[in-house]
């Protein structure tokens, strides 16, 4: 069955410098594609990142990072300089296609403290 | 502007009283999705619709029921609402059932007394 596992509740980090966010992920479709969402304290969803199962390469979007390793079904995000504004919720998210019936799930979240 | 519109934001409601949770999206997405946001569960799907009139279940369609009629909206309609379906709820779109991002509305929190 599919699932997403955070295992970091909070984390802190200082500001400039960088951080991984941990998501691990249960699935036996070898098809899927895994999603990284930020939830600020106002509460909108906003889409960060994205790695296809098939992709070789880590998906990169400025200063984020997907580390991405197969074998051992983790999709850590890594966040470079890390500023103030990062502190947020983040989730992340699998879509299995098509056996997993076009659901989304999600992992519970982490929440990211960026220290001045 | 692209953007996914819910409607209320806020809501105080009653045990029984039905209500209705609207959402459009004027990007002409394919699909659209309801999730439910509870502390320490992150969101849980309750419906998604693949197209118009293709609706089917996500994992906690239990109390809700939703329906596509025209492209652009989603309806998620809570028939006899319950203490326990008090949370903060999400209408999301993307244009297909594939691997695009989703984009969100702003949420709706429900409290149901």
């Known amino acids: 069955a599919q699932k997403i596992t955070q295992t970091q509740p909070g984390m802190f980090v200082q500001e400039k410098e960088a951080v991984t966010l941990d998501c691990t992920y249960d699935t036996s479709d070898p098809s899927y594609g895994l999603f990284w969402y930020k939830q600020p304290s106002s509460g909108e969803m906003i889409f960060l990142i994205y790695q296809g199962s098939y992709d070789q390469q880590n998906a990169t979007e400025g200063r984020y990072s997907l580390n991405f390793q197969k074998a051992r079904k983790s999709a850590n995000l890594v966040i470079s300089a890390s500023q103030l504004g990062d502190s947020a919720m983040y989730f992340c998210?699998?879509?299995?296609?098509?056996?997993?019936?076009?659901?989304?799930?999600f992992g519970a979240g982490t929440r990211l403290f960026v220290k001045a | 502007e692209a953007q996914v519109t819910q409607n209320p934001r806020y809501l105080i409601t009653v045990t029984g009283k039905k209500l209705t949770v609207t959402c459009s999206q004027n990007m002409n997405h394919e699909y659209m999705s309801w999730y439910r946001q509870d502390p320490g569960l992150g969101l849980r799907q309750i419906y998604y619709?693949?197209?118009?009139?293709?609706?089917d279940k996500g994992d906690v369609p239990e109390g809700y029921k939703v329906s596509r009629k025209e492209k652009r909206n989603f309806p998620l309609i809570l028939e006899s609402p319950s203490p326990n379906q008090t949370s903060l709820y999400f209408c999301a779109s993307s244009l297909t059932g594939g691997y695009q991002p989703q984009h969100f509305g702003d949420g709706t929190r429900l409290s149901i007394l």
């Open positions: 619709s693949m197209n118009v009139e293709v609706t």
């Open positions: 998210a699998m879509r299995e296609v098509p056996t997993g019936g076009f659901k989304t799930i």
